[in-house]
């Protein structure tokens, strides 16, 4: 169905790059034989046997004469304090402005119950105009045409 959806070009074949320096899964045991990595995994699992299994004394006696650092690091160094009091808080008080001056002052406040506002002083100014009488409504018209054909004929 795809086709020729997925298209690589020569200079930007990766796996065929790939495929020229591998030589194999033993080449690549081969070769972490010479670089520090493996050495520093075996050390972190010859370290934690030592302190966990061997000494298990030994953990509590180094946090405590490191506090500050043991503190620290077991905070993972206040990254989530950080992350809370930058984004999630400011998210939230970015929210709480949004729904107090964009819902509830502008759309509630000026459009919703501004326009119903306005609505009813127009109709108690309205209402003031009529009074039932027939003389009051063709005065009205009368005024009205005038200023119609004044309009008209200014133009």
């Known amino acids: 169905y ?17 495929g020229q320096e591998f030589h ?20 972190g699992v010859a370290t934690a046997w030592f302190l966990y299994i061997r000494r298990p004394e030994l953990p509590a006696l180094i ?8 503190t620290l690091v077991s905070n993972k160094f206040y990254f989530d304090e950080l ?13 709480k402005f949004l729904w107090q001056e964009g819902d ?4 509630d406040g000026l459009l919703v119950n501004g326009s119903a506002r306005g609505i009813g002083r127009l109709s108690g100014v ?4 009529q009074s039932g009488y027939l003389y009051h409504y063709a005065f009205a018209m009368i005024i009205g045409l005038c200023l119609l054909l004044g309009w008209v004929l200014l133009k």
């Open 126 to 129: 309205l209402r003031r105009a």
């Open 24 to 43: 194999g899964a033993g080449a690549a045991v081969a070769d972490s034989v010479m670089h520090p990595t493996l050495y520093l995994a075996l050390a």
């Open 83 to 95: 992350y809370v009091f930058l984004f999630a808080d400011g998210a939230r008080a970015l929210g």
């Open 104 to 107: 509830v002052t502008l759309i």
């Open 63 to 70: 946090a405590a004469r490191v506090k500050p650092l043991y």
């Open 2 to 18: 795809f086709g020729d959806a997925i298209k690589v070009l020569p200079e930007h074949d990766v796996l065929a790059k790939l």
